[in-house]
């Protein structure tokens, strides 16, 4: 069991003071805690591909190199025994909904004063779901978002991060070239991204993965 001394969390997000208002927060729970930070998606891959135990990831739906839920389906899928809690300024009932359909342990609104943001740490580090008190998570789920829900979080690590830069708009070549792998691997991880969404093309699939975030997912001008 992980003891207080022995604590690890990383704090993922592009704004240095809100970076520094979480770890006061999170210092003021647990003193010890070895807290990492990183100011964008890619250093936050970095870190958790140099040492992944973590106790906790406090991540920014909207920091570089992530938009919308596909840096969480991301971490949900590579690391699923990591917690990870949304810190977002966007913080309305389909956003938390969807982050906690998605894997998240908790949804933190990033308009919580510190004290706040201290209370709802000590209630995710002990094990139990934080979402604002005024959220009514209520209301019927769309049939049509669930269904694409489903179908995205099929999807390997791997085909996330393909699939992110598709949204990017990014060729299979500039693709494979960042992933270090082969034109060919990309093709048919591409492949096995149409077939799980149930879609025909790569600008369907860039289309679908933005619906679920509510637009917030880029949209590039995916091609060949």
């Known amino acids: 069991m992980t003891t207080p001394a022995s604590t690890r969390l990383v704090i993922a997000d592009d704004h240095p ?3 520094d208002a979480l770890r006061q927060a999170v210092s003021g729970v647990v003193a010890s805690a070895r807290i990492d930070e990183a100011g964008s998606f890619d250093d936050l891959t ?5 040492d992944s135990d973590v106790d906790l990831i406090l991540l920014d739906l909207t920091m570089p190199g992530i938009s919308g ?12 025994a990591i917690p990870v809690v949304v810190v977002s300024a966007s913080d309305d009932n389909g956003t938390i909904r969807r982050s906690l359909d998605f ?9 919580l004063g510190v004290e706040t943001l201290r209370d709802a740490i000590t209630k995710v ?19 049509d978002m669930t269904r694409l829900r489903d179908r995205l979080v099929t999807l390997t690590p791997q085909q996330v ?6 949204s990017e708009g990014l060729l299979n070549k500039q693709i494979a070239y960042e992933l270090g792998v082969s034109e060919a691997t990309i093709k048919a991880h591409v492949s096995a991204i149409l077939q799980k969404l149930g ?14 975030s509510g637009g917030q997912w880029k949209q590039g001008t995916p091609t060949a």
């Open 46 to 50: 970095a870190l958790l591909e140099r």
């Open 199 to 212: 879609v025909e093309s790569r600008t369907q699939a860039v289309i679908a993965a933005a619906k679920i």
């Open 17 to 19: 003071l809100f970076r």
């Open 161 to 166: 991060r393909v699939l992110m830069m598709l």
């Open 103 to 111: 894997g998240a342990s908790g949804f933190i609104p990033k308009r």
């Open 125 to 143: 580090m002990a094990g139990d779901v934080f979402i604002p008190p005024d959220t009514d998570l209520s209301s019927a789920a769309d049939p």
């Open 69 to 80: 839920f596909s840096g969480l389906i991301y971490l949900r899928a590579q690391y699923p």
